[in-house]
């Protein structure tokens, strides 16, 4: 069973930055294709970015391309998502998602095979 623990949320404001951890307790290598999420009080879960296991190539939300970075570390079994510029619209709790999936990025959270608890980003304006 993978357990992600997420760190890095907190209260900013407008057009400051963040950056947000998330910790797997098993190796994931290659293997798992990892990707954040956020939801925001009263609406869906939605996808941020995320990386593959294999290549890491990346994929954004359209609403965060260009602000946000999604990177890996294999070897510390950790991704991080570096959040610049942010906006009130990117409050949200964020989420860490692995899927056991080497190959592409996870966008619906339907796919996802483990969550993290989340960590809450509030922007101020």
């Known amino acids: 069973q993978v357990q992600l623990a997420e760190s890095g949320g907190g209260l900013v404001q407008t057009g400051d930055s963040l950056t947000l951890s998330c910790v797997a307790s098993?190796?994931?290598?290659?293997?798992?294709?990892m990707s954040w999420f956020r939801q925001a009080p009263g609406k869906e879960r939605e996808f941020v970015a995320g990386i593959s296991g294999v290549s890491g190539s990346t994929n954004y939300a359209p609403s965060v391309r260009g602000r946000f970075t999604i990177s890996r570390d294999n070897a510390e079994n950790s991704v991080v998502l570096q959040m610049n510029n942010l906006k009130p619209d990117d409050t949200a709790v964020y989420y860490c998602?692995?899927?056991?999936?080497?190959?592409?990025?996870?966008?619906?959270?339907?796919?996802?095979?483990?969550w993290g608890k989340g960590t809450l980003v509030t922007v101020s304006s």
């Open positions: 998602a692995s899927v056991l999936r080497p190959f592409g990025v996870v966008t619906n959270p339907d796919g996802v095979d483990h």
């Open positions: 098993v190796r994931t290598g290659a293997r798992y294709a």
